[in-house]
């Protein structure tokens, strides 16, 4: 892919959420099935070279504890319409990590619908090189109780949150 088709960390690590930016909380579906908000967006941080991701055990204090998955959250309301996607992955991995790595995001996500309901997650791929993958050390939020480098095939062996699998069928 051409570099065109990357957001670089000079510009992704500037987006913050706006002040007029509203939370929605816990949505309740037709179907009788819940989500946090109407929409959401997170990143999966992936290392070409060693085609390995960064996946966070989420805590006992969230929604699918227990589950390996991405940084990420609920999309705010701004206006009357939904943040973008792209500063609510970037803004939700930033409080849960505690900072950004360096590296490129590709700019089209992995859209996730579920069905029945208005409700869409999408997932940025943020790709890191080696050196940046050695020398990024997350400090972890609430929301999760580790984290930790996995290659991509031997996911198998975890209990890998389904949208983190679905994310990668599609890769």
Same mark, same amino acid.
């Given at each position: @892919? ?5 957001? /670089?960390?000079? +510009?992704?690590?500037? $987006? ?11 949505? !309740? ?8 908000? $109407?929409?959401?967006? =997170? ?8 085609? &390995? ?28 319409? $939904? &943040? ?5 992955? #970037?803004?939700?991995?930033? &409080?849960? @990590? ?8 590709? +700019?089209?996500?992995? #859209?996730?619908?579920?069905? =029945? ?25 609430? &929301? !999760? *109780? ?6 991509? *095939? ?6 890998? !949150? ?8 599609? /890769?």
């Amino acid at each position: @892919m051409a570099d065109t088709d990357y957001i /670089l960390y000079e +510009q992704y690590s500037r $987006l913050f959420s706006s002040k007029d930016a509203r939370e929605v909380g816990l949505v !309740h579906h037709l179907d009788e099935t819940n989500t946090w908000g $109407l929409g959401g967006a =997170g990143l999966l941080i992936l290392s070409p070279e060693y085609q &390995e991701v960064l996946l966070f055990k989420r805590s006992g204090l969230v929604h699918d504890s227990g589950y390996w998955g991405i940084t990420g959250g609920a999309r705010n309301i701004i206006g009357n319409s $939904l &943040e973008k996607s792209l500063v609510t992955a #970037v803004v939700e991995s930033r &409080e849960e @990590m505690g900072s950004l790595p360096k590296g490129k995001i590709l +700019q089209g996500p992995y #859209v996730y619908s579920k069905e =029945g309901t208005d409700f869409t997650y999408e997932t940025y791929i943020l790709e890191i090189d080696a050196a940046e993958k050695g020398l990024f050390v997350p400090r972890l939020n609430w &929301e !999760h *109780d580790k984290y930790g480098w996995f290659e991509i *095939d031997k996911l198998s062996e975890l209990d890998v !949150h389904p949208g983190v699998l679905y994310v990668l069928e599609q /890769l």
